[in-house]
């Protein structure tokens, strides 16, 4: 028999009569044993999500002394769900020592992680299933990073026997003791990390979306549906903005080679995305399996002449950016120019000017240009790299759609083509391509 871990996230936890149709979901396939959850996301269009009102109570903290101003949300929002379930818990006794430990501790990653605790909680109760704590299993390293080993036996040990368990999302244990969160949507990661330490033979990842589409459905109407795609397509597509899942939970998963199947919770017998090891990948008969893009990237170009001959130029430019603590995201070149694509919240305000002066006397380079607002768009797949004429397709697209391309850049890996263009022409872009290659 398969063994199933499945995530839930924050609108499938929204509510009680969402938790029902949840707990109906888990209970229909004895192959579902170990879940983790979100904390409640929004109930309607302009609700709040419980994360964010949690951070509002970390500021309430820090302005305050304490919570308790934003704290009557978070009851109101749990003690709902009880009631509508009709749970008989202490939901009260557990808020009230929430209520306290928020107070005391002054974390925001404390405070932020209790969503999915208490959602944890309140759904281990539902199921008869045990509860077991993040913070016991999941530790971060001294750098914040996970880690692997430590995690990996502790969630091992913790299952074994175990029929099913609850397992709430978002934190782990820190190096100093302390609760520690991933980014934001970061329990699709923890979701991976049980299905990999458990030994799980599916990861599901239940949501309010029936899977990948091919691009965003607010830019184009009612695009293709993503049946199969490789975890390379899908950390490409994820980390260039195609946020059905986050783009670092592909990793504790790939190792053991666990497919990942994206579910919808309203929608439960439409089949989803897979996401497969590239072993057991089946071309579509598509050359594009998706197109994604994000906004808001600054582009330093360097020109200087001879600056192939220059040994350890490339070197020096990128110490100045590490010495600045700036993440890069490509980097284009020709013979005697660079350029260094940058997320511009990386180097906002005077932190450019200190760069650009820090590469000019590290390089002394002959011009050095700044192009702001710029977007990226990545068009992805493997069908790509067998494919004579792709990239001349989807150039002649873009020049046909009147889109002025600002920089162009090729994964190594033939299975992308990234081009960068002005901000306001990004949505504009991704419906040219889509419409070139669906
Ligand atoms: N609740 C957290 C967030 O809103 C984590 C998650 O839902 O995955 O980001």
Same mark, same amino acid.
């Given at each position: 028999?398969?063994?199933?871990?499945?995530?839930?996230?924050?609108?499938?936890?929204?509510?009680?009569?969402?938790?029902?149709?949840?707990?109906?979901?888990?209970?229909?396939?004895?192959?579902?044993?170990?879940?983790?959850?979100?904390?409640?996301?929004?109930?309607?269009?302009?609700?709040?999500?419980?994360?964010?009102?949690?951070?509002?109570?970390?500021?309430?903290?820090?302005?305050?002394?304490?919570?308790?101003?934003?704290?009557?949300?978070?009851?109101?929002?749990?003690?709902?769900?009880?009631?509508?379930?009709?749970?008989?818990?202490?939901?009260?006794?557990?808020?009230?020592?929430?209520?306290?430990?928020?107070?005391?501790?002054?974390?925001?990653?404390?405070?932020?992680?209790?969503?999915?605790?208490?959602?944890?909680?309140?759904?281990?109760?539902?199921?008869?299933?045990?509860?077991?704590?993040?913070?016991?299993?999941?530790?971060?390293?001294?750098?914040?990073?996970?880690?692997?080993?430590?995690?990996?036996?502790?969630?091992?040990?913790?299952?074994?026997?175990?029929?099913?368990?609850?397992?709430?999302?978002?934190?782990?244990?820190?190096?100093?003791?302390?609760?520690?969160?991933?980014?934001?949507?970061?329990?699709?990661?923890?979701?991976?990390?049980?299905?990999?330490?458990?030994?799980?033979?599916?990861?599901?990842?239940?949501?309010?979306? /029936?899977?990948?589409?091919?691009?965003?459905?607010? @830019?184009?109407?009612? $695009?293709? +549906? %993503?049946? =199969? &795609? !490789?975890?390379?397509?899908?950390?490409?597509?994820?980390?260039?903005?195609?946020?059905?899942?986050?783009?670092?939970?592909?990793?504790?998963?790939?190792?053991?080679?666990?497919?990942?199947?994206?579910?919808?919770?309203?929608?439960?017998?439409?089949?989803?995305?897979?996401?497969?090891?590239?072993?057991?990948?089946?071309?579509?008969?598509?050359?594009?399996?998706?197109?994604?893009?994000?906004?808001?990237?600054?582009?330093?170009?360097?020109?200087?002449?001879?600056?192939?001959?220059?040994?350890?130029?490339?070197?020096?430019?990128? /110490?100045?950016?590490?010495?600045?603590?700036?993440? @890069?995201?490509?980097? $284009?070149? +020709? %013979?005697? =120019? &660079? !350029?260094?694509?940058?997320?511009?919240?990386?180097?906002?305000?005077?932190?450019?000017?200190?760069?650009?002066?820090?590469?000019?006397?590290?390089?002394?380079?002959?011009?050095?240009?700044?192009?702001?607002?710029?977007?990226?768009?990545?068009?992805?797949?493997?069908?790509?790299?067998?494919?004579?004429?792709?990239?001349?397709?989807?150039?002649?697209?873009?020049?046909?759609?009147?889109?002025?391309?600002?920089?162009?850049?090729?994964?190594?890996?033939?299975?992308?083509?990234?081009?960068?263009?002005?901000?306001?022409?990004?949505?504009?872009?991704?419906?040219?391509?889509?419409?070139?290659?669906?």
């Amino acid at each position: 028999m398969g063994l199933k871990v499945c995530k839930f996230g924050g609108t499938s936890m929204a509510d009680g009569n969402v938790l029902d149709r949840v707990k109906n979901i888990i209970l229909s396939d004895a192959e579902r044993r170990y879940i983790v959850v979100s904390a409640p996301g929004k109930r309607y269009g302009d609700d709040v999500k419980v994360t964010d009102i949690l951070y509002a109570c970390f500021d309430a903290v820090q302005r305050e002394g304490r919570c308790a101003s934003e704290f009557s949300r978070i009851r109101a929002r749990y003690t709902g769900i009880c009631r509508e379930l009709g749970l008989d818990m202490d939901i009260n006794g557990l808020l009230d020592e929430t209520e306290k430990a928020i107070d005391a501790e002054e974390s925001a990653d404390f405070t932020a992680s209790r969503g999915e605790y208490l959602a944890a909680k309140i759904m281990a109760k539902l199921l008869g299933a045990e509860f077991v704590d993040a913070a016991d299993v999941i530790f971060f390293t001294d750098a914040g990073r996970l880690d692997d080993e430590a995690t990996n036996g502790a969630i091992a040990k913790r299952l074994e026997g175990c029929a099913m368990a609850v397992i709430p999302g978002f934190y782990g244990m820190g190096a100093d003791g302390k609760i520690r969160t991933f980014s934001r949507g970061g329990s699709d990661i923890t979701g991976a990390i049980v299905a990999g330490a458990a030994g799980a033979t599916l990861y599901e990842n239940w949501t309010d979306v /029936s899977g990948f589409y091919a691009c965003d459905p607010r @830019i184009v109407n009612s $695009p293709r +549906g %993503i049946a =199969t &795609m !490789s975890y390379k397509e899908l950390r490409e597509l994820s980390y260039m903005g195609a946020n059905v899942l986050h783009p670092d939970s592909i990793f504790p998963v790939r190792k053991s080679n666990i497919p990942v199947q994206i579910k919808n919770t309203f929608r439960p017998d439409d089949a989803g995305t897979s996401i497969i090891p590239i072993s057991q990948y089946v071309p579509s008969g598509n050359v594009v399996t998706g197109i994604a893009g994000h906004k808001n990237f600054t582009v330093i170009h360097i020109e200087k002449s001879h600056m192939n001959d220059e040994i350890g130029f490339v070197r020096k430019v990128l /110490s100045v950016l590490e010495n600045y603590n700036i993440a @890069i995201e490509h980097i $284009p070149s +020709g %013979i005697d =120019t &660079m !350029s260094v694509v940058i997320e511009s919240a990386q180097v906002s305000g005077y932190k450019l000017e200190k760069v650009l002066e820090g590469i000019k006397n590290a390089v002394r380079p002959d011009v050095v240009r700044v192009t702001e607002n710029i977007a990226l768009i990545a068009t992805v797949g493997h069908g790509m790299s067998s494919s004579v004429g792709t990239s001349a397709r989807l150039f002649k697209a873009l020049a046909e759609a009147g889109i002025n391309i600002k920089m162009i850049d090729q994964g190594s890996s033939e299975m992308n083509i990234i081009v960068g263009v002005q901000n306001e022409d990004c949505e504009k872009c991704i419906a040219a391509i889509y419409h070139e290659f669906f």
